[in-house]
Nanobody, 115 residues
C-alpha cells in the first residue's frame, strides 16, 4: 500500500512559479513510477509529467519546457516545479504512484493562476 499527500498549491499570477510536492508513505512508498496529473473544471484528468524508477522523465506537450518533475534520493517524495504559469494551468493537481498492485492517487492540491 502507498499513501500520497500533495502540497504546495495556491493562487498565483500569470508568469509566476509554484513547486508542488507529493510525499509517499506506506509499505510500497519507494521504487515506483510516479506522475502528476491535473484536472480543470469540466475537463477530464490529464497527464502532466512522469518520472520512472531510473530517473527518466516525460511531459505533456503543454508543459514541456516550463515544468520539471523530480524526486528525492529516497524516491518517496516527488516534486513538480512549475514556471511561467498561465491561467490554462489552473486545476487540481494529483500525484499518482504506479505500484505492482495498481495505481494509487493522492487527494490533489489546487493550483489557480490568475491573468
Amino acid at each position: 500500500q502507498v499513501q500520497l499527500v500533495e502540497s504546495g498549491g495556491g493562487l498565483v499570477q500569470a508568469g509566476e512559479s509554484l513547486k508542488l510536492s507529493c510525499a509517499a508513505s506506506g509499505s510500497l512508498s519507494r521504487g515506483n513510477t510516479m506522475a502528476w496529473y491535473r484536472q480543470a473544471p469540466g475537463n477530464q484528468r490529464e497527464f502532466v509529467a512522469g518520472i520512472y524508477v531510473n530517473g527518466l522523465t516525460n511531459y505533456s506537450n503543454s508543459v514541456e519546457g516550463r515544468f520539471t518533475i523530480s524526486k528525492n534520493r529516497a524516491g518517496n517524495v516527488v516534486y513538480l516545479e512549475m514556471n511561467s504559469l498561465s491561467p490554462e494551468d489552473t486545476g487540481v493537481y494529483y500525484c499518482k504512484a504506479v505500484t505492482p498492485y495498481g495505481d494509487s492517487w493522492g487527494q490533489g492540491t489546487q493550483v489557480t493562476v490568475s491573468s
